[in-house]
């Protein structure tokens, strides 16, 4: 029991931690993904996920598989690259995931 503070759990950076993994475990956790998209700091503000999610609402796909074709949503300079980072970040991470299975 925690008396005076906040459990383990409940502290912002291990639910942040917790959001990665599930992410990466699973890139259709949306919730996930938008806690992560922005921490630490990438330039992909409100507006940036909002434009997301409705093009995934609008083509009836996840958030992630418009992340994708992030090239289609209409996101314009530093939003547009720092998208396009997250997902190679993203992809690397679940590359490393993959081969971690096969060893």
């Known amino acids: 029991m925690i008396y005076g503070g906040l459990s383990f759990f ?3 950076e ?3 931690y917790i959001a990665y993994l599930r992410a ?3 890139p259709q956790d949306e919730v996930a993904l938008k806690r992560i998209i922005n921490y630490p700091a990438r330039n992909i503000g409100d507006i940036s996920i909002n434009k997301i999610s409705l093009y995934a609402h ?3 796909i996840s958030f992630w598989d418009a992340l994708l074709q992030i090239e289609n949503v209409g996101l314009h300079g530093a939003s547009l690259t720092s998208v396009q980072n997250f997902v190679v970040m993203m992809k690397s991470f679940q590359a490393l995931l993959e ?3 096969c060893v």
Do not use: A, M
């Open 58 to 60: 609008e083509n009836n």
């Open 24 to 26: 990466i475990v699973n």
């Open 99 to 101: 081969h971690k299975k």
């Open 10 to 12: 409940q502290r912002k």
């Open 14 to 16: 291990i639910k942040d």
